[in-house]
């Protein structure tokens, strides 16, 4: 079941239970073949996924749209704690990794370069709740994409999970 609230001015919170072991949920967002299964709203794939896991790696993604779109982000590792805690930076990007403007990609001029992403996975007597605190976006039609994208994304990740292993 999602659910989301906005404790703070520019800050998306989506929360997430999962029928799987907080390991096995890690491991789907932290290792590029399980990344690439689920990561982005239904319909969309991921062609490319590289993700070097430690304080300071980077990650760079492409995310490809059902119309055949690509959006590139990347980010960088600012805290690991495995299975329990990863925070990353957000920024969309060219193929190369490059940071480049939201507006690129169609995001409103009020987005942006970095923002903050904050994720906890919490143990539950076998299942794993998944919290994630999406920092730095402003409020209206970008901050509703970005809602959206999450809740399709963990939608993707509870079928990639039920059937993983």
Do not use: Q
Not at 14 to 42: I, K, M
Not at 46 to 62: N, V
């Amino acid at each position: 079941m999602a659910a989301g609230g906005d404790p703070r001015p520019g800050e998306l919170v989506v929360t997430r239970d999962f029928d799987a072991p907080r390991e096995l949920v890690f491991r789907a967002w932290t290792e590029p073949e399980r990344v690439r299964r689920w990561w982005g709203p239904e319909g969309f794939t991921m062609p490319y996924c590289d993700i070097d896991l430690r304080p300071g790696g980077t990650f760079l993604r492409c995310m490809r749209s059902p119309g055949g779109l690509d959006f590139w982000v990347t980010g960088v590792f600012r805290e690991i704690v495995a299975p329990e805690l990863l925070v990353f930076t957000d920024s969309f990007a060219d193929k190369e990794g490059n940071v480049v403007p939201p507006t690129r990609y169609g995001a409103g001029s009020g987005m942006p370069l970095e923002r903050l992403v904050t994720v906890t996975f919490e143990e539950l007597a076998g299942s794993t709740r998944v919290t994630v605190r999406h920092a730095g976006l402003p409020s209206g039609e970008d901050r509703d994409l970005v809602r959206h994208g999450w809740a399709g994304g963990l939608e993707s990740l509870s079928g990639y999970l039920s059937g993983a292993s």
